[in-house]
């Protein structure tokens, strides 16, 4: 067993990739969070934000299936990026029934604000990490996301 600040984590833990990434997901998103909060916004608020500056427009239902964040969670998060003038719903022109959501220039501006802070937590999170750690563990991570992609 290993002893991490007072408390004792089993080893069958320590060796489960299920725990590894649970405590990383906490580590990273805790600090994460805590960065965008400090500008009134969200990881999820800018997980919406990167996808509609990076594609400059989506439907709410490929953006709900992307970041695999529920339809009714979706639009809570829409509507506080529109509060903001970081994005504006526009209906299709060729399905009057779908809403497309686009970035604004306020909120691409933001966006790269918010990049930097976001990689700056992200960081400070792994700053026990090498940079040849992180390589791998970026790899790893784009090899099971693809792999999960093709599946679907």
Same mark, same amino acid.
């Given at each position: 067993?290993?002893?991490? +600040? +007072?408390?004792?984590? #089993?080893?069958?833990?320590?060796e /489960? #990739? /299920?725990?590894?990434?649970e405590?990383l997901?906490?580590?990273?998103?805790?600090?994460? &969070?805590?960065?965008l909060?400090? %500008?009134?916004?969200?990881l999820? &608020?800018?997980?919406? !934000?990167?996808?509609?500056?990076?594609? @400059?427009?989506?439907?709410?239902?490929?953006?709900? $299936?992307?970041?695999?964040?529920?339809?009714? @969670?979706?639009?809570?998060?829409?509507?506080?990026? $529109?509060?903001?003038?970081?994005? *504006?719903? &526009?209906?299709? #022109? *060729?399905?009057?029934?779908?809403?497309?959501?686009?970035s604004? %220039? %306020?909120?691409? *501006?933001?966006?790269?604000?918010l990049?930097? !802070?976001?990689?700056?937590?992200?960081? =400070?999170?792994? @700053? $026990?990490?090498? +940079?040849?750690?992180?390589?791998? !563990?970026? %790899?790893?991570?784009? /090899?099971?996301?693809?792999?999960d =992609? $093709? &599946?679907?």
């Amino acid at each position: 067993m290993t002893s991490t +600040n +007072n408390s004792v984590i #089993p080893t069958t833990l320590l060796e /489960s #990739p /299920s725990f590894q990434l649970e405590r990383l997901r906490r580590r990273t998103r805790d600090g994460v &969070e805590a960065a965008l909060q400090t %500008k009134q916004t969200t990881l999820r &608020e800018y997980w919406v !934000l990167t996808c509609l500056v990076d594609a @400059d427009a989506a439907s709410q239902s490929y953006l709900s $299936e992307t970041l695999a964040i529920d339809a009714s @969670d979706m639009v809570r998060l829409i509507d506080a990026l $529109e509060d903001r003038g970081w994005a *504006k719903r &526009e209906r299709d #022109p *060729k399905d009057r029934r779908r809403q497309i959501v686009a970035s604004t %220039k %306020k909120g691409t *501006k933001a966006h790269k604000d918010l990049a930097v !802070l976001v990689a700056t937590a992200e960081d =400070e999170a792994l @700053d $026990e990490s090498t +940079n040849k750690q992180l390589k791998h !563990l970026r %790899k790893l991570a784009k /090899s099971i996301i693809a792999a999960d =992609e $093709e &599946e679907a």
